[in-house]
């Protein structure tokens, strides 16, 4: 028996459970959409700003459902013959030279214009079938014999006519392929479809996928998830970082630090021996949280009162 399999109840909090040992924290509002867009066969768009783990998500599910991870990266002017498939042009060029060496052997027999016709007709279609055929991560996913994850990263990123071209995928785990016909999925993937909102998604996409937004952890929540993946850490540094981290998002910030920012901060930190916060510490190590110079200027001269009411708070 798999997870997905169990009482929905267990196999929610199984799901959890497995997602904290692949060292990725979630909650049961997370593990109830991974569960429910299994026994639906639904995909799942993530939403949420950059950096707060929806492409982990994806990678974390590979590992705890064994199945390979097939991923597409989205950017604009992203076509089908990048997605999908297209077709090995060298090859058929190859066969195209060898075809025109056997072209006498080829019609040897025909009668007539047409029987001819019909016979250079008949070896033009090997041109286009499967065995000239490349399979790009799409194509992958739905020709696969096994169970896979299909991450289609940062979909906002693509054009409206990429994001149309998926509908039939995500509704029918299924694509056309005018010269070969529909292929159907083998083994129904699971989907994640991850956006930062630089663009809003098309209804008719959102009606397909089960939502999923992520937002920024709460205090407890981020420092379970540097507890994880950073467990070197002593707590009270840990405690001192995160409540550090937490001030800086309620600033007026261009860009506020990611989760993925807090964790590279923490192991820069303990790289350094640090023990706990001070003033040239922080100021020296703030671009791993800030990535323009001007939020870097902004909050350097606030990095005392930062400090203090962090001290203030954990005591």
Request: aromatic fraction near 6%.
């Amino acid at each position: 028996m798999t997870i997905i399999d169990k009482e929905p109840a267990e196999a929610i909090e199984a799901i959890r459970k497995g997602f904290e040992t692949a060292g990725y924290i979630c909650d049961r509002h997370i593990a109830t959409s991974i569960y429910l867009s299994q026994k639906l066969d639904k995909p799942i768009l993530v939403e949420g700003p950059p950096g707060v783990g929806k492409t982990e998500l994806a990678k974390a599910a590979s590992e705890i459902f064994n199945a390979p991870l097939i991923r597409l990266q989205c950017y604009e002017g992203l076509d089908e013959s990048k997605a999908l498939y297209e077709w090995k042009y060298g090859k058929q060029l190859l066969y195209t030279q060898i075809l025109k060496e056997k072209l006498g052997d080829l019609l040897e027999d025909a009668v007539g214009l047409e029987q001819s016709m019909e016979k250079l007709h008949q070896f033009g279609d090997s041109f286009y079938s499967e065995n000239f055929l490349e399979a790009r991560p799409l194509l992958q996913a739905l020709k696969s014999e096994e169970k896979t994850v299909l991450l289609i990263d940062e979909i906002d990123k693509s054009d409206h006519e990429f994001e149309a071209y998926l509908l039939e995928i995500l509704s029918d785990y299924q694509i056309s392929v005018p010269e070969i016909g529909t292929v159907r999925a083998k083994n129904k993937p699971l989907v994640f479809l991850t956006s930062n909102n630089s663009r809003e998604m098309s209804d008719a996409l959102k009606r397909r996928c089960l939502h999923l937004y992520i937002p920024f952890p709460d205090a407890d929540l981020e420092r379970r998830i540097i507890r994880t993946r950073v467990p070197e850490i002593e707590e009270g540094l840990r405690n001192q970082l995160v409540s550090f981290v937490q001030q800086l998002r309620g600033q007026d910030l261009k860009k506020l630090p990611a989760v993925s920012e807090t964790i590279d901060w923490a192991r820069t930190l303990l790289l350094l021996h640090a023990d706990r916060l001070d003033v040239e510490m922080v100021r020296n190590t703030l671009n791993m949280l800030l990535k323009f110079e001007e939020d870097i200027d902004n909050v350097s001269a606030e990095v005392p009162k930062l400090i203090a009411v962090t001290q203030q708070e954990l005591r």
